[in-house]
């Protein structure tokens, strides 16, 4: 029986956010059609005798690596899952981050969801995975997407997931700013909305009917509450938006920002001149697309 397994860490969009009104519990009700995309952290967990949690973080954002642990997402989401299933056992978990961090692409929640799935497949500990989404839940408000996947409507303040059918999409160029500021940014975008940017949820019951039909998805059907407030918060982004918007294409934000995406139909040579035009507004740019779920899920062992 294996030891260690890798599993992927997909980031995600958002094919529409919305948000309803603020709840008795201060947090936001939201309506939200997600999409795993294919471009992901690495994983590398290994089962290891005692109980500890140990964790180690490579690649592209590597100073995450002088964060304590049990600040990070993932070594949360391992401790939660030990102690709800009462296993007697501890993990060594690395991760090659390639995801921007504090992006609105929800790498650190990707994270945090691939150890809940890949430890319970390693230690056997068998619970359900309505159990996972529960555990998730309780670790932030974007994980619990991450255990189900692919395309799926996300209520509540992120916890309530319903698994949609794969979406049908154009392909995905991403915007992300060179550095982010990791601060409090996703509470800031929270509360700097207001009711007038509150909507009913009518926008994300459309993708979510044009997703259940396996129609296309095209720029007219897509929202971000967000938006509304980039202008105050995140002046560069707005600024790169504005100026491809003149160009006539039609950015939309990634969760609470600051990247931000465009859907493109033809090949490589339209992502090229794209990516071009995007780095030369200060932003770095990554041709993608929608990632299946039975792909966003995949795992592997070592
Ligand atoms: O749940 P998570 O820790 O990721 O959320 C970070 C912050 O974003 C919360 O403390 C809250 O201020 C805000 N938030 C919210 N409504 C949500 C999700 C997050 O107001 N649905």
Not at 87 to 93: M, S
Not at 156 to 173: H, N, T
Not at 245 to 268: E, M, T, W
Request: glycine share 10%; with cysteine.
């Amino acid at each position: 029986m294996t030891n260690s397994l890798r599993v992927n860490a997909p980031a995600k969009i958002n094919w529409t956010l919305e948000i309803l009104r603020v709840r008795p519990d201060g947090y936001h009700e939201l309506r939200s059609v997600m999409q795993t995309i294919d471009l992901h952290d690495i994983i590398t967990l290994t089962a290891t005798d005692g109980d500890a949690i140990t964790l180690g973080i490579t690649g592209d954002a590597s100073t995450l690596a002088d964060d304590p642990p049990e600040t990070n997402l993932a070594c949360r989401a391992a401790v939660a899952l030990r102690d709800r299933a009462g296993v007697r056992r501890g993990a060594h978990i690395v991760i090659e981050k390639h995801v921007p961090v504090a992006a609105g692409l929800g790498g650190g929640s990707s994270d945090a969801a691939a150890v809940l799935r890949g430890l319970n497949a390693l230690w056997h500990a068998g619970l359900p995975h309505a159990n996972l989404v529960e555990i998730a839940g309780e670790v932030g408000s974007d994980p619990p997407f991450f255990v189900v996947g692919g395309t799926a409507m996300v209520s509540g303040r992120g916890d309530y997931v319903e698994a949609l059918p794969d979406a049908v999409a154009p392909s995905i160029l991403l915007a992300t700013p060179p550095q982010n500021d990791r601060g409090e940014k996703t509470a800031a975008m929270f509360a700097a909305l207001s009711p007038h940017d509150f909507t009913e949820g009518e926008v994300t019951s459309g993708v979510r009917e044009a997703v259940t039909a396996g129609r296309m998805l095209v720029d007219d059907g897509l929202t971000n509450a967000f938006e509304r407030v980039t202008s105050k918060m995140q002046p560069e982004t707005e600024l790169a938006m504005n100026a491809l918007r003149a160009d006539g294409y039609v950015p939309h934000l990634c969760g609470a920002g600051p990247s931000f995406f465009l859907l493109y139909g033809g090949g490589a040579d339209v992502a090229h001149e794209l990516s071009a035009r995007i780095r030369t507004l200060g932003f770095d740019a990554c041709p993608t697309h929608a990632l299946t779920r039975a792909r966003a899920l995949h795992m592997s062992e070592l």
